[in-house]
């Protein structure tokens, strides 16, 4: 059998691998337009910020290499043209040298994903204009960067690829500003997550600006709209990050089938309508298990799977395709941040009935000298209470508790089972009740209706219209910072002062992160009180959520003094 194997990063060389060790007298060939295979895609930003000195050390496979252990051929510099699949041939372009054919028996198509360029924008060929796709084009960057002395830069979109280029380029010393055209970054995270992460940026020197298209580059920077005006930024380097398009030219002028999301058309096995034709990687339409629809998903981990299930199936084994759920994390300057599964708003946008909860438990015991807060939200159907999706962010092992989702989520499990998960335990790692159980607790409470809540995002509303908020915090706390107008009922103090709690106007409950104002709330309705709620994520969620707005809008903030602790 001799396969032949188009693109030669993540998918590519895992099918190639993976067929090798199913077949060992299989001829296997391998093209990749690019001068590099199997590099490390993930780690191209670590570069720019020093993380990874060496740009060659990215490179985690040669064709010697995979010749000399898994006997397989690999052909760089060579770019794949055309398919006959009548002849079974393929038509190859080196970078130097003619045109030549190559016959196979089974041909997989693995050419990955391109960063979108948009012609239409002026300046946007200019040379120092970038995008960041393999270890060439991050030695291009870094190498202008050194030689331009370049000390301010654009990141234009804020996905992984360009969070990730910015943080790295602002702690090689540039001034960064961020560019994205939604009102959030991150867009697997909701915006009241990602409003931690905006803050995080700008803490950190970053200048990020929201609701803003790229219009235009000059020499010395780039124009962009936001709400019909334009204006400069500037910058003497402009990265591009602001998606990318799968490569699906030579599967469409082969006459394959092309999907809805317009990704490469498969089935369960990865193979395309030709039988002999099998497609993985950022190039396919896959399968989001959990909107139950085509989707494609441009992410390492996906990609090996599929291509192992491509190879398996090649060699008469049956592939298991489940779809993708879409767990994803990044670290973006002190804090961690990791989603999987449906955000709120996909949920919802997807017609499926469901309800949060926000917490900020401490990542691990509090006596602990490094324990902190951890943002964990996580997302769940209603009523059935099956977990949907989870996202954290902190300064401690937030990975941790979103892969626990993951797997929970992978087996279709609700509230109920993450309520009774028996997770590992010690002061330096967690705590006995885990984050993720706090979670389902406080979820499992709001489902079954034992607690009314309203989101972070509601509170700027409540305190313009003067609605009745009380802050359970002690004095103490409540001098250093408040909201404004609210009461101060200390829950040491709430028994003896219930009596000054109206009965007759909705009541709204906080405290630092929603625990003791769920206590309180909890003595309201043991003693009549119906209409009393409980604000998810509390003072230290309101602070959170409101600073960058405040900050960036000019707004007036509705507390008195920020608390971060």
């Known amino acids: 059998m001799k396969v032949i194997v188009v693109g030669g990063v993540a998918a590519g060389a895992s099918a190639a691998a993976r067929l090798r060790r199913l077949d060992e007298k299989a001829e296997i060939i391998m093209f990749e337009q690019g001068e590099h295979v199997s590099f490390s895609n993930c780690g191209l930003p670590y570069h720019l910020g020093g993380t ?49 054919t190559e016959s196979y028996d089974k041909l997989i198509l693995a050419p ?19 995008t960041l796709r393999n270890v060439t084009d991050v030695k291009a960057i870094k190498s202008y960067i050194d030689e331009q002395g370049v000390t301010r830069a654009a990141v234009v979109g804020g996905g992984f690829i360009g969070v990730e280029v910015a943080e790295n380029l602002a702690a090689a010393g540039l001034l960064v500003t961020l560019v994205e055209g939604a009102d959030q970054v991150l867009a697997p995270f909701d915006c009241d997550m990602a409003q931690l992460l905006h803050k995080e940026l700008m803490d950190n020197g970053v200048q990020v600006e929201l609701n803003s298209l790229l219009t235009a580059v000059h020499p010395d920077g780039i124009t962009v709209t936001r709400d019909g005006e334009a204006f400069d930024l500037p910058a003497q ?11 699906t030219a030579l599967a469409k002028d082969a006459g394959l089938a092309i999907g809805e999301t317009r990704g490469i ?57 489940r779809g993708f759920i ?30 949060s909860v926000l917490i900020y438990p401490t990542d691990k015991v509090g006596l602990m000298p490094d324990a902190a807060w951890m943002a964990f939200k996580l997302v769940f159907e209603t009523p059935t209470g099956r977990v949907l999706g989870a996202q954290a962010i902190g300064r401690g092992d937030t990975v941790r508790r979103v892969d626990v ?15 009774e998960l028996e997770l590992c335990y010690s002061p330096v790692y967690g705590t006995a009740k885990d ?48 909201l404004k107008d609210a009461v101060n009922i200390p829950l040491s103090r709430f028994r003896e002062r219930m009596n000054e709690v109206p009965k007759d106007v909705p009541v709204y409950l906080h405290c630092r992160s929603s625990q003791r104002s769920y206590y309180a709330l909890c003595e309201l309705l043991g003693n009549g009180y119906t209409n ?32 971060f602790n």
């Open 265 to 321: 058309k498969v089935d369960t096995n990865w193979r395309t309508e030709d039988e002999d034709v099998y497609a993985v990687g950022d190039a396919v339409e896959s399968f989001d298990r959990l909107a139950r629809r085509p989707g494609r998903l441009a992410l390492a981990g996906p990609a090996q799977r599929q291509a192992r299930a491509a190879a398996d199936h090649i060699c008469g084994r049956p592939a298991d395709t």
């Open 532 to 563: 009393a709620h409980n604000i998810s994520g509390s003072f230290l969620g309101i602070c959170l959520y409101e600073y960058f707005n405040d900050r960036t809008l000019g707004r007036e903030p509705i507390v008195t003094a920020y608390s």
């Open 52 to 100: 990874i000195p060496n740009a060659d050390d990215l490179v985690l496979m040669t064709p010697r290499a995979f010749k000399m252990r898994h006997n397989i051929e690999v052909r760089v510099n060579s770019r794949v043209v055309s398919i006959d699949r009548a002849a079974k041939t393929v038509t190859v372009q080196p970078k130097e040298g003619p045109e030549y």
């Open 112 to 130: 990955g994903a391109a960063p979108i360029v948009p012609g239409s924008i002026p300046g946007v060929r200019s040379p120092h204009v970038f």
């Open 326 to 355: 879409g767990s994803a994390c990044v670290r973006v300057f002190d804090l961690n941040a990791a989603a999987t599964g449906l955000s709120e708003k996909a949920a919802r946008k997807a017609g499926i009935p469901c309800d």
């Open 435 to 482: 984050v993720v159980n706090q979670a389902a607790l406080v979820a499992l409470n709001v489902l079954e209706g034992r607690v009314k809540q309203v989101p972070v995002s509601a509170v700027r509303g409540l305190v313009e219209q003067g609605a009745y908020i009380i802050d359970v915090r002690e004095e103490r706390e409540y001098a250093a910072g408040h």
């Open 405 to 419: 989702i993951a797997t929970l989520i992978s087996m279709n499990g609700t509230l109920a089972d993450l309520k």
């Open 237 to 247: 380097m402009v990265v591009l990050a602001i998606g990318v398009s799968p490569e």
